[in-house]
């Protein structure tokens, strides 16, 4: 029981600063279907990081990972919004080709890497063992994450800078009607940016968090199997609010934690059912939750569309 | 020469040209950036892919296979353009592949079916799975990029758990196709003998290209074709028009499913490929479809080529040197080549500005 919940929290932890990162975007206008490989490189960052860190305190590394991971994420997301922001690009396609890139560059990379330093090893894997125990603070058998607690931080912020904040609420006037926004004086191109660059640095985080979860060795060839567009269904479960979304991101992260944990559980593991199925969960429980959220959506009514100054 | 560049269709053609020499200028200098001594020369082979081979008959033997996984990836690259054209972006296509492969190799392996039926259930697969997002999206207004992308692992993890009772025992990979059921295997039609009696080339070929005059045809010549497309453009007013928009749209993802089901059984039904029953990551094929279609334009007759291309070079990423790089190096080639398609609108925009630019000043003049 402890363990399921340790996981439900720190997979709820990587769905909620994903998804709030997917929020902020589409409040500004812009969707960011991209999130999934800003996780790849956001955690591609925080991983070189782990590893090139030699001997360092436990603050020193928590710190610096975070925030090579949440920089890569914001550099990564620049691609999104160049493309999407002042070329007009069609925004399903840039970030398809995002999640596609990344991890076929970091792929490229960390296996470059690796043989560089060592001509027989071809592997994709960065390994980070000693750095992955700064991470985790053992509470009586549970393994709190500092993860959890930036997670919960970064749900306050974004309700703050949403809702009781100027900046948020020009950014979500980009979001709905973005002539109107411009016919008062806000620069809808400035508001998008900073709705894009804030999502990646959140994706970022949200990356480094997943390959921390369960594990001390990351092979980035495998992606992060989908957990950025689980991370969009729930931001859309959540209604595109944050307090909503830190209640879906939980209930996710139930699911998802079941796979890891079901063979602890004397009924679950009675039930003799073949271990890929605690694998589809999240993904079944996904699709049903859409199918009865989706027909009242809350989005934001220009996202997606490219801003254009002449339009009415 | 003016006048050619204004044609649509030439501009669409630059432009996919000018994104391929783009991407692979970026390919190159990620290979130089790893190492600078052996860079030209495997950015060099990735082009060459077959060529590398010194003998003609090997070279055959090679584009033989290159051409087999070509014919699938035309199958999905006009999958995505077909339900593309109609406002839908079926990223679901990769999941609709991999039900139709295992649709296929159940039907093949297991109860030992004829080639044409397990063709046929393959497409029935895809195109149910297709149904699904469909249905989603026309009834509850699930965005179809996010329920693809959740029944992309859903089938994987379902063809994963259905193909293991047809695996080899020592290995994870299903049993051989040609060896159980040499019955399940596509006829050659003799096109093997053209390419140094490589039997991966099969009926696949001929079926590829009717399947792509087909799309290309409902598309711009028929009634059906202008209904869908109506809808894409502005779902109400197809609906004020009397265009039936829910059955448009489950239509139009289930067809789109049935084409990447048929492409995975052209592939699978060749022997060439077997399923690997703990593959954790879903086949790129349906992907990589879709950089196909954006870079043949979003014209079925277009994703012959630019399918053909794109496989070339992932093909040709096996011949790099292993050294230094690693073969994912054509994956890179391929997602620059997706992103820089996002350019194309503004690419085609700017080669208009220019030229009317020019016409203006010969006016003046």
Redesign the interface.
């Known amino acids: 029981m402890l363990l399921l919940t340790q996981y439900t929290l720190i997979f709820a932890s990587v769905l909620l600063l994903v998804a709030l990162g997917g929020c902020i975007s589409e409040h500004s206008g812009v969707i960011n279907l991209g999130l999934e490989g800003i996780m790849v490189v956001g955690a591609l960052g925080g991983a070189l990081v782990m590893r090139s860190l030699g001997t360092t305190s436990a603050l020193v590394m928590v710190l610096v990972a975070m925030l090579a991971a949440a920089l890569a994420g914001m550099l990564y997301s620049c691609l999104l919004g160049v493309a999407a922001i002042h070329f007009k690009a069609d925004q399903t396609l840039v970030g398809t080709a995002m999640n596609l890139l990344a991890t076929a560059a970091a792929t490229v990379f960390v296996k470059a890497m690796n043989t560089a330093a060592n001509p027989d090893n071809h592997s994709s894997e960065i390994e980070y063992i000693r750095a992955r125990k700064m991470f985790i603070v053992n509470i009586n058998g549970f393994e709190f994450n500092w993860f959890m607690l930036v997670a919960i931080i970064a749900v306050v912020l974004v309700y703050f800078l949403l809702y009781k904040n100027r900046l948020g609420l020009r950014l979500m006037a980009c979001g709905e009607h973005p002539q109107a926004a411009a016919s008062v004086g806000v620069s809808v191109y400035k508001m998008r940016w900073t709705g894009v660059l804030i999502s990646g640095a959140l994706g970022g985080l949200g990356g480094l968090c997943y390959i921390l979860a369960g594990v001390s060795v990351w092979k980035f060839e495998n992606g992060v199997a989908g957990f950025g567009f689980l991370a969009l269904a729930v931001m859309i479960f959540g209604q595109w609010k944050p307090t909503r979304i830190a209640i879906a991101a939980l209930i996710f992260g139930l699911f998802r934690a079941l796979s890891n944990t079901y063979t602890g559980f004397p009924f679950l593991a009675n039930l003799n059912l073949p271990g890929n199925v605690y694998n589809m969960m999240p993904y079944i429980v996904c699709l049903i939750v859409l199918a009865f959220t989706s027909k009242a959506s809350h989005a934001p009514k220009a996202e997606g569309i490219p801003y254009d100054k002449g339009s009415r | 020469m003016k006048k050619i560049l204004k044609n649509e269709g030439v501009q669409a053609f630059v432009a996919s040209i000018i994104c391929i020499l783009l991407g692979l200028l970026i390919g190159y200098i ?1 290979l130089l950036f ?2 600078p001594s052996g860079a030209g020369e495997s950015i060099v082979n990735v082009i060459k892919n077959f060529f590398t081979w010194s003998r003609p008959q090997s070279q055959m033997k090679q584009l033989g296979n290159t051409l087999a996984k070509t014919m699938p990836l035309i199958l999905c690259s006009l999958s995505i353009l077909f339900s593309y054209k109609v406002g839908l ?1 079926n ?1 679901g296509c990769a999941g609709q592949y991999v039900a139709g492969a295992c649709a296929s190799l159940y039907a093949g392996l297991a109860w030992g079916w004829g080639w044409l039926p397990c063709m046929i259930f393959a497409i029935v697969a895809g195109a149910l799975l297709g149904g699904i997002t469909g249905l ?1 999206k026309a009834y ?4 179809e ?3 693809g ?6 089938a994987l ?2 063809s ?2 259905l193909l293991t009772n047809v695996k080899e025992t020592a290995s994870p990979y299903t049993l051989y196709l040609d060896k159980t059921n040499p019955g399940a295997i596509l006829p050659t039609l003799g096109l093997d003998k053209l390419f140094n009696n490589n039997s991966n080339v099969t009926i696949a070929v001929p079926l590829t290209i009717v399947a792509a005059v087909v799309i290309w045809i409902i598309l711009s010549k028929t009634k059906l074709g202008y209904e869908l497309k109506a809808t894409g453009n502005n779902r109400n007013a197809a609906k004020y028009a009397g265009m039936t928009q829910n059955r448009n749209i489950i239509m139009t993802i289930a067809i789109s499913g049935a084409l990447a089901g048929l492409g995975a059984s052209l592939l699978y039904q060749t022997g060439y490929m077997r399923w690997e029953c703990t593959q ?2 879903v086949p790129a094929m349906g ?1 990589n479809g ?2 196909a279609a ?1 870079l043949g334009g979003l014209h079925p007759l277009g994703a012959i080529f630019s399918s053909f291309f794109i496989q070339h070079i992932t093909d040709g990423g096996q011949y790099v040197n ?5 073969s ?2 054509s ?2 080639i ?3 080549i ?2 820089l ?3 194309v ?2 690419i085609k925009l700017t080669m208009k500005k220019m030229l009317a630019k020019s016409d203006e000043k010969k006016g003046a003049k």
Do not use: E, K, R
């Open positions: 990620v790893i190492n972006f990223i989603l509850c207004n699930v965005n990029v996010i329920s992308i959740m029944l992309n692992w859903i993890y379902t994963n758990t954790s990551s992907f879709i950089a954006f292993t050294n230094f790089y690693s994912q190096i994956d890179v391929s997602s620059v997706i992103y398609c996002s350019f609108l503004f």
